[in-house]
C-alpha cells in the first residue's frame, strides 16, 4: 500500500504510543513450534530496522505460542509498519489477516485508552489509504483482505461502509469494483458450512460439491457478522448506484467497462437470490483491475 501522510503519521502513533514497552530480554517462542535462535531474530536489530526476516514467524504466533501482551506491544509499531507499507510479498511475510488478529488475541479493547486510540487511527488511516489509491499493481493484498483485516479487530464494519457511501472519489468506486470482480462477495451465499450428512458416501461426494463452489477467504470465517453486513452494503442498490456514478463520471473507456462489469456481477446475482451459492460468472474479469494502472496514468484519474 503506498504510504501517504495520514498512514505515515498513524504508524508514527503506534510507535510513540507503545514505545513505554522495552525490548524483551527473552520472549520464549514455544520450541516446538520455532527454532532455537527464534528468540535471538527478535534482537538481531534495532526496533525500527526489524524486518519481516527477523519479525515474520513472531507476527504469526505472538501472543498465541510467543511471548506475551507486553511483548507484543513492543514489536507492535514496526510489524505494523512493515505490514502497511508492504508493496509486494516477500519470503516470510504473513498474511495481513493473520496479523490484525493479534489485536483480537490480545483483547485491544481493554488496554489504555492511548494505546486504543492509536489503533483506532491506523485502521482508519488504512481505509482511508486502500479508498483514496487505485488499486495497486502487483500489490499483494486486495481491498477483500483489507476489510477482512479490519473485521479481526471490529465488530462493526458499519462506519467503514458509510465512509465509503460518502466517499464520491473515483478511486473509492474503483474500491468497490475492484472488492467486486476480485473477491467472490458478489457469489457466496449465507451458508459457510460444510455440508454434514450421517451416510459416509453421500457426505464425500456433497463435500466435493461443496468445494467446487466459490468461498469467501478462509479468515472471514471468524468474522460472519462482518462479512453478511459488508456482503448486503455491497448488493445494496446504494452501492450500484455508486458504482454507476463512477461510472459516468470516470471519462475513461477501460474503466467504464471495469465499473459496468461489477454492476453486472451484482444484478445477476440479485436475480438468483433464491440459491444459496452462484457460480462465478467467468466472463467478469474481461481486463483486470490491476492491468489498468499499466495503460492508465494515474494523473489522467486526477488520484
Ligand atoms: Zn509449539
Request: include cysteine; proline fraction near 6%; hydrophobic fraction near 35%.
Amino acid at each position: 500500500m503506498s504510504c501517504p501522510k495520514v498512514l505515515e503519521d498513524a504508524i508514527e502513533g503506534l510507535y510513540a504510543a507503545f514505545s513505554r514497552y522495552p525490548l524483551p530480554e527473552e520472549t520464549m517462542p514455544c520450541s516446538c513450534c520455532h527454532a532455537s535462535d527464534a528468540n535471538a531474530l527478535l534482537h538481531a536489530e534495532p526496533l525500527r530496522k526489524l524486518g519481516w526476516k527477523h519479525l515474520g514467524e513472531y507476527a504469526k504466533d505472538a501472543l498465541l505460542v510467543w511471548g506475551g501482551l507486553e511483548d507484543f506491544k513492543h514489536f507492535l509499531p514496526r510489524i505494523f509498519d512493515l505490514l502497511l507499507n508492504a508493496s509486494d510479498w516477500k519470503k516470510g511475510t504473513p498474511s495481513p489477516e493473520r496479523v490484525f488478529r493479534r489485536f483480537h488475541n490480545g483483547e485491544w479493547r481493554t488496554w489504555p485508552h492511548d494505546e486504543q486510540t492509536a489503533v483506532e487511527k491506523m485502521l482508519d488511516a488504512v481505509w482511508e489509504t486502500v479508498r483514496s489509491n487505485p488499486p495497486i499493481e502487483g500489490g499483494y493484498i486486495d481491498v477483500d483482505q483489507w476489510l477482512c483485516s479490519i473485521s479481526q479487530c471490529k465488530d462493526d464494519l458499519g462506519p467503514y461502509l458509510n465512509k465509503w457511501m460518502e466517499d464520491e472519489r473515483l478511486s473509492a468506486g474503483w474500491a468497490l469494483s475492484s472488492l467486486i470482480l476480485g473477491s467472490t462477495i458478489a457469489y457466496t451465499g449465507p451458508d459457510h458450512t460444510m455440508p454434514a450428512s450421517e451416510n459416509d458416501v453421500e457426505r464425500i461426494a456433497k463435500i466435493q460439491e461443496w468445494f467446487k463452489l466459490p468461498h469467501r477467504g478462509a479468515w472471514w470465517k471468524r468474522c460472519d457478522t462482518q462479512y453478511a453486513q459488508l456482503q448486503e452494503w455491497v448488493r445494496s442498490p446504494a452501492a450500484l448506484e455508486k458504482l454507476r456514478r463512477a461510472e459516468i463520471g470516470c471519462g475513461n473507456a477501460e474503466m467504464v467497462r471495469e465499473l459496468a462489469n461489477a454492476q453486472r456481477c451484482i444484478r445477476r446475482r440479485g436475480r438468483r437470490s433464491g440459491s444459496q451459492f452462484t457460480e462465478i460468472d467467468s466472463t467478469r474479469r474481461p481486463i483486470g483491475n490491476l492491468q489498468l494502472i499499466g495503460c492508465i496514468e494515474r494523473c489522467q484519474l486526477g488520484f
